[in-house]
């Protein structure tokens, strides 16, 4: 069944307003939402321009705690993208149920193997240049595996280049239907949607690609459309 993930990210400014974003991703029936996990030592390495913003925003065990216990009180999933391994204890003992590993650290065997380890589904984004796009924009496609090895990861990721492979699709685009055309493409079981409650700085990491909710609310709708017009089609996982 297709799946719309809310990626709140970075996207806020303050407890309060994460918490909105859960709130709000739960009212219109997202079926999880996602946040980020990192240090001062990812900080350094980004836009000096956004390090203010991201150093604000840099959830601590509490806060992580706190988002916890809001999105139980709303009923929906949360998990987050780990930017170092050692967050992903964190993430265990926050009962998480899945993964998101940046593309960035696609090849990072350290973060790659301590999340093998759990045993738990993990999806990896991909910058993908020289896909078949039906919507001519620049997306990034995440793919799932229940079983791999990150010593074969380059090996496998160097022939994934087909949106028709893809798994799932990371929005990072301004246009509505262009995301609900891709919901249509065959074996995309899940999209990963920006959301925030607004667009205050779009210099900000995803803030440009980032929807209002009345926009994900439409993709939700179209998503139950297409669960009950298509019953999910298993694709044959890779076994390595």
């Not at 709130?23 to 980004?46: G, M, P, R, T």
């Not at 998101?100 to 090849?107: H, M, P």
């Not at 589904?121 to 001519?136: A, G, L, T």
């Not at 939700?220 to 044959?236: E, F, G, Q």
Request: net charge positive; charged share 30%.
């Amino acid at each position: 069944m297709k799946e719309i993930i809310c990626e709140a990210g970075v996207a806020w400014y303050s407890l309060k307003e994460a918490k909105e974003l859960i709130k709000l991703a739960s009212e219109v029936n997202c079926d999880a939402v996602k946040f980020q996990l990192y240090d001062k030592e990812i900080i350094k390495q980004v836009h000096p321009r956004w390090q203010k913003h991201l150093l604000k925003v840099m959830i601590t065990p509490k806060m992580a705690w706190e988002l916890k216990e809001e999105a139980d009180l709303r009923e929906i999933e949360l998990f987050f993208t780990p930017m170092k391994d050692y967050f992903v204890p964190l993430c265990e003992e926050l009962g998480v149920s899945r993964y998101k590993v940046r593309a960035k650290d696609g090849a990072n065997d350290k973060i790659l193997l301590a999340i093998r380890l759990t045993e738990k589904p993990c999806y990896v984004s991909r910058i993908n240049r020289d896909h078949f796009d039906p919507i001519k924009q620049k997306n990034f496609f995440s793919v799932y595996y229940d079983k791999w090895r990150p010593t074969k990861y380059i090996q496998l990721m160097s022939g994934y280049s087909n949106l028709l492979k893809a798994d799932g699709y990371s929005c990072h685009q301004p246009k509505l239907l262009g995301v609900m055309q891709t919901m249509m493409m065959p074996g995309i079981d899940y999209v990963e949607v920006h959301c925030s409650l607004d667009v205050r700085d779009k210099t900000l990491p995803d803030q440009a690609y980032s929807y209002p909710f009345t926009d994900v609310l439409e993709l939700v709708r179209w998503r139950d459309i297409l669960n009950k017009a298509s019953p999910r089609v298993s694709r044959p996982k890779f076994e390595l």
